[in-house]
């Protein structure tokens, strides 16, 4: 079974500090993705990789960056978080190939900033 | 712009009755579409999948149609139970990026004992 992660269920965070977000799998899989889920809004793509030290933005970068210094690690970082970030966020990889091409989530992070 | 579009938010069904849940997309490029479930507090599950060249797919209670002409697949679940009782989540992948999903905004079941 594929596991995925996240440093913490639940974050409550100040405007204006530094956030990490950390997540880790156990697959080997290539790709990477963060994501925030709102309501009405479905799941939006903050970034991905693809890759160790290889991401690429998503639909809603600003704000957020990332790195990716290990295969099986993939970090979502805000670097002064602000009240409009609150949300939570998923993150996630990809199997794919023989036909198959599904994404793997972590139970998702709770992000609260006051 | 959402590309990809459930227009209910939420649904309720009997149980042992069927669960249809509704996905439009409108970029005629995607080629790869997927389900996904999501509990409170949990990260989506991956449900089902159809790729384009198809036009069902079946696992068990749960089966996928799509119909690309009107760009709309639906979720049939039959019969219904109460475990069901979750957010679904469409997805759909275009051709030739490989990367990027694009998820539809959720419909949240609830199957009524």
């Known amino acids: 079974d594929v596991k995925v992660t996240q440093s913490s269920r639940y974050l409550v965070k100040r405007t204006g500090e530094k956030v990490f977000l950390e997540c880790v799998q156990d697959?080997?899989?290539?790709?990477m993705f963060w994501y925030r889920q709102d309501p009405g809004l479905g799941l939006r793509l903050i970034y991905f990789s693809y890759d160790v030290k290889m991401k690429e933005k998503g639909d809603i970068p600003e704000g957020y960056s990332v790195s990716r210094e290990k295969k099986e690690r993939f970090s979502l970082i805000l670097e002064s978080a602000s009240t409009n970030q609150t949300s939570m966020y998923l993150c996630a990889t990809r199997e794919w190939g023989r036909g198959t091409d599904t994404q793997y989530f972590g139970p998702g992070t709770r992000l609260t900033v006051l | 712009d959402q590309q990809v579009k459930q227009n209910s938010p939420s649904l309720s069904v009997q149980e042992g009755r069927i669960s249809i849940l509704n996905c439009d997309y409108t970029n005629s490029m995607f080629d790869y579409f997927l389900w996904y479930k999501k509990y409170p507090a949990e990260g989506p599950t991956f449900l089902i999948s159809i790729s384009s060249i198809k036009d069902k797919n079946e696992d068990g209670r749960f089966t996928v149609f799509l119909n690309k002409s009107a760009k709309h697949l639906s979720l049939h679940i039959v019969p219904s139970q109460p475990g069901d009782s979750a957010v679904y989540f469409c997805?759909?992948?275009?051709?030739?990026?490989?990367?990027?999903?694009?998820f539809g905004t959720g419909t949240s079941l609830t199957v009524i004992p």
């Open positions: 697959m080997d899989h290539e790709n």
């Open positions: 997805a759909a992948r275009p051709l030739g990026t490989g990367n990027q999903f694009y």
